[in-house]
């Protein structure tokens, strides 16, 4: 099956400043999703990537999908309060996979005063 | 809107006891998904439903059954409660169809077994 790997496991950073978290796949990907955790709260969808070189953002969050299509990023520039939370990545088991996801490990997102 | 709605909220549980959780949407998706999530590893597929009156294993299947009663409801359902179980419970559900449609989840069943 597939494995995804994010890096960081989780990081702190200071409101203003920006941070990169990575999701590495152990095959090739066939459409990548990045959901946002609030504890105690569901995932909340906010990007999906399937084209290799793809790139989308959405307010001050940029995802993109490199071109051998076996990594993603998700950028935060001039993170704010708001922006604390998890991050995970899901990716598609395949072309034909009845929309299964598997999903990485998360990164925890602290934003400090 | 209520998207995907889960029940309970928490529960907590006796070893050997059994226990249905309900999920229900109302966005007329075709498939439905339990995950659970457990700390340092994601969320782990237990079972889906591809279309109504299917069901099929995922990756975490043992210990539980499921129904997909209708096109809205999915339960999963614990016959004999063991501590190992202990997590956060979630549904999702997604339109089948063209495209890479995103799943949808709920808020998430925290659940302990003791």
């Known amino acids: 099956s597939q494995e995804l790997e994010q890096s960081p496991q989780s990081l702190i950073v200071q409101e203003g400043k920006n941070l990169t978290i990575n999701c590495t796949s152990s095959k090739t990907l066939y459409g990548l999703y990045w959901y946002k955790q609030k504890y105690g709260e569901g995932l909340i969808f906010l990007m999906m990537l399937q084209k290799g070189g793809e790139e989308k953002s959405h307010e001050k969050i940029t995802a993109k999908l490199d071109e051998k299509k076996q990594q993603s990023s998700l950028h935060i520039t001039a993170s704010q309060p708001s922006h604390a939370g998890i991050y995970l990545c899901g990716a598609r088991e395949g072309t034909d996979s009845w929309g299964k996801l598997q999903f990485g490990a998360g990164t925890q997102v602290v934003v400090t005063p | 809107n209520a998207g995907v709605t889960q029940t309970p909220k928490f529960q907590v549980l006796k070893t050997g006891q059994s226990m249905t959780l309900q999920c229900a949407q109302d966005?007329?998706?075709?498939?439905m998904y339990w995950y659970r999530q457990d700390p340092g590893m994601g969320l782990r597929l237990i079972y889906y439903?591809?279309?109504?009156?299917?069901?099929d294993k995922g990756e975490v299947p043992n210990g539980y059954n499921v129904s997909r009663l209708n096109k809205r409801e999915f339960s999963l359902r614990l016959e004999s409660a063991a501590p190992s179980q202990t997590s956060v419970y979630f549904c999702?559900?997604?339109?089948?169809?063209?495209?890479?449609?995103?799943?949808?989840f709920g808020d998430g069943t925290r659940l302990s077994i003791l």
């Open positions: 439903s591809a279309s109504e009156g299917t069901t």
């Open positions: 999702a559900s997604r339109q089948q169809g063209w495209g890479n449609q995103p799943q949808h």
């Open positions: 966005m007329n998706h075709n498939s």
